[in-house]
């Protein structure tokens, strides 16, 4: 459902960012770039329960998920101009249970006695 998000932001001119515990993605527009839009509105969709997309608010400056594979394939050269107007937005994002991903472990053995 996340790969929707470009048809979205296409066709309404908007940034569609959908949120969920397996897969997140933020879509711009592929042929119009921020210039052509003087009030940039961010649409939110998180995934509930596995099967329900709901549309939420979030707090104005929120992080933005990774930017949809899609997009990078297929953006024009005026549209690259979203991932820089938001590239600080997008770097703060850390992905969900990143920092227990990638956390250090120690082995320890147990003996018998």
Known sequence: ?????????????????????????????????PQDFPNHLIINIVLINGCHYIKVDLQDGHPLTIVS??????????????????????????????QFNNRRTERVNVSDN
């Open 1 to 33: 459902m996340p790969n929707i998000g470009i048809l979205i932001a296409n066709k309404y001119g908007v940034i569609a960012h959908f949120l969920s515990k397996d897969e997140s993605s933020t879509s711009f527009l592929l042929w119009s770039g």
């Open 69 to 98: 594979w899609l997009w990078n394939m297929h953006k024009s050269a005026r549209s690259t101009g979203w991932k820089t107007l938001y590239h600080a937005r997008l770097s703060a994002y850390v992905r969900p249970y990143r």
